[in-house]
């Protein structure tokens, strides 16, 4: 059973001009604001070193979640991994002289939508969990303060703060590409990504209607949805993809849906 986390709100700690935002943050997300650490409080965001973070506490330390486009692994494959044959791209359907337009419907910290839009898709990443989309929104917003990564969020991704199976039930908007990354148990197992993992399990758990989101997707996708999965996991609601493409930890199970 997921134990849901406390999350406040802490402003003491920010300029005037961040706990302004600080403070229309808590309101926003509906959550309480503290000004002085509170041990009711399992997670708190705060904004430090110009951005905002979230802490939660390990024993004595603290461990600290913030995303990152401008150092850091997501950094790292804008700068040095722009083939378009690697396997997230290809499982999206990203060809020489084509880029499909991609709802990112699990966005979380925004990484696989952001090797999608450095790529040249148009990508809408949507997120339901109130604090990873405040995080990512962060991200972004000082991305968009970087010269060389302002023009791929600019011009190339949106964020909305939504249940990707209502959006796609009712909005009018369609893509080509439904990319799905859903909550699964094993992940990689470098220590950035077990703490960032370990950190988005406490706060959003395990997603448990990720077969309704995918019916969703199927459903809406002009052609195809790419579900990435565990390499040793079967395929989501076991539903037989039309092609599967293989990562080093994990896979894509691609569905072309005008076949289907
Ligand atoms: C494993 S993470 C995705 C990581 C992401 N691909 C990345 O590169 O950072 C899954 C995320 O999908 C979100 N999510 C799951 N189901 C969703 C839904 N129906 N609508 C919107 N977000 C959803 C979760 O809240 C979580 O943040």
Request: proline residues 6%.
């Amino acid at each position: 059973m997921d134990i849901k986390p406390q999350i406040a709100v802490r402003a003491d700690i920010a300029t005037p001009e961040t706990a302004s935002y600080l403070f229309a943050l808590a309101e926003r997300l509906n959550l309480p604001l503290i000004d002085a650490p509170d041990q009711r409080f399992s997670h708190v965001l705060t904004y430090r070193n110009s951005r905002l973070e979230l802490d939660s506490q390990e024993g004595s330390a603290t461990a600290s979640l913030t995303v990152d486009f401008l150092s850091g692994p997501a950094n790292y494959r804008f700068r040095h991994d722009r083939r378009i044959n690697q396997p997230l791209a290809r499982a999206a359907g990203i060809k020489r002289g084509y880029r499909p337009a991609v709802l990112d419907g699990t966005a979380g910290f925004g990484e696989d939508g952001f090797v999608l839009a450095t790529l040249g898709c148009r990508v809408m990443m949507i997120e339901r969990s109130a604090v990873i989309w405040a995080l990512l929104a962060d991200g972004i917003s000082r991305a968009r303060k970087n010269e060389e990564v302002r023009q791929i969020f600019d011009q190339r991704v949106t964020l909305k703060l939504a249940d990707t199976i209502d959006y796609l039930n009712f909005s009018e908007s369609s893509y080509d590409t439904v990319y799905l990354d859903p909550m699964y148990p094993s992940r990689p197992k470098s220590p950035l990504n077990k703490l960032k993992m370990r950190l988005l399990r406490e706060l959003v758990g395990d997603d448990y209607d990720c077969s309704e989101l995918l019916t969703a997707a199927l459903d809406k996708a002009r052609r195809r949805v790419a579900v990435k999965r565990p390499a040793k996991a079967g395929p989501l609601d076991q539903r037989t993809p039309s092609y599967t493409v293989t990562a080093k930890s994990s896979r894509y199970d691609v569905y072309l849906t005008p076949y289907l």
